[in-house]
């Protein structure tokens, strides 16, 4: 069945460093790609999503493409902030309508 | 402000005790979705509803049951809560799932 692995955490930085987050997926056909982030102690909101391949989601500085060749979506931000300290997921639309996501990876961003 | 309410926050229920958690969204999604998030094992599904009048398994079903109210509401009801349902809930909906899902804010249920 259609999966997505990311990269485990946690993955701690010092303010204005680069972020790479690395996700892959597996799936039949062009599934619909997502970043999601979680601030502590709330839900899960859409940072970012691409639909097809060669498309780059962006959002917040942080961007993300599809790349159908390695079958990956890795998230990117030039600058990290202490404020975009969070837990991020990679997450997939499968046929059967239904999303699903990575584990996680814990973001740090130390001042 | 326009989204998807869980009700409650918190709950502590001990062991063997049943309860109903709540969620309605009000941007007339179709699709509506319950996961639990446990550390280490990111969210998985439990239940989902395509359409008003339609429930299907997810990944983890077992202990849990669901009901489609109406098109805005989507209930999980825990029949005999066990420690291993210790966990957080998170209701989502969606208009169609390649749009993405919005996420209501959780519910932290703690089985003694």
């Known amino acids: 069945g259609d999966s997505v692995t990311q990269m485990e955490g946690p993955v701690t930085l010092s303010e204005e460093a680069f972020l790479t987050i690395n996700c892959t997926y597996t799936?039949?056909?062009?599934?619909?790609l997502f970043w999601y982030v979680q601030y502590p102690g709330e839900g899960l909101q859409l940072l970012l999503k691409a639909t097809k391949a060669d498309d780059k989601g962006s959002n917040k500085g942080f961007e993300a493409t599809y790349r159908k060749e390695t079958t990956s979506f890795h998230l990117e931000k030039g600058s990290v902030q202490v404020s975009d300290s969070a837990v991020y997921f990679c997450?997939?639309?499968?046929?059967?309508?239904?999303?699903?996501f990575g584990k996680g990876t814990r973001l740090h961003i130390l001042p | 402000n326009a989204g998807v309410t869980q009700t409650p926050k918190f709950q502590v229920l001990k062991t063997g005790q049943s309860m109903t958690l709540q969620c309605a969204q009000d941007m007339n999604h179709n699709s509506m979705y319950w996961y639990r998030q446990d550390p280490g094992m990111g969210l998985r599904l439990i239940y989902y509803s395509a359409s008003e009048g339609t429930t299907d398994k997810g990944e983890v079903p077992n202990g849990y049951n669901v009901s489609r109210l109406n098109k805005r509401e989507f209930s999980l009801r825990l029949e005999s809560a066990a420690p291993s349902q210790t966990s957080v809930y998170f209701c989502?909906?969606?208009?169609?799932?390649?749009?993405?899902?919005?996420f209501g804010s959780g519910t932290r249920l703690t089985v003694v």
């Open positions: 997450a997939l639309w499968d046929r059967d309508d239904k999303i699903i």
């Open positions: 989502a909906s969606s208009r169609q799932g390649s749009y993405g899902y919005t």
């Open positions: 799936a039949t056909g062009y599934p619909s």
